[in-house]
């Protein structure tokens, strides 16, 4: 089937951690100080970077 590979879960996997982060900031339920140290971890653990 079309659009069912694992790099659909990837997207999807990605966008929720992306959409969670923007919701909760955007509510004031997270710390604007720490806003671009959660976009490092996700970048890190949605890459795989810095994981030698």
């Known amino acids: 089937m079309a659009g069912r590979g694992p790099g659909r879960h990837g997207q999807k996997v ?3 951690t992306l ?3 923007a919701t909760l900031q955007a509510g ?3 710390r604007p100080s720490q806003a671009q140290a959660r976009l490092d971890l996700a ?3 949605l890459t795989g970077s810095g994981t030698d």
């Open 14 to 16: 990605a966008w929720s």
């Open 19 to 21: 959409h969670g982060l």
């Open 28 to 30: 004031g339920r997270l």
């Open 43 to 45: 970048h890190r653990m």
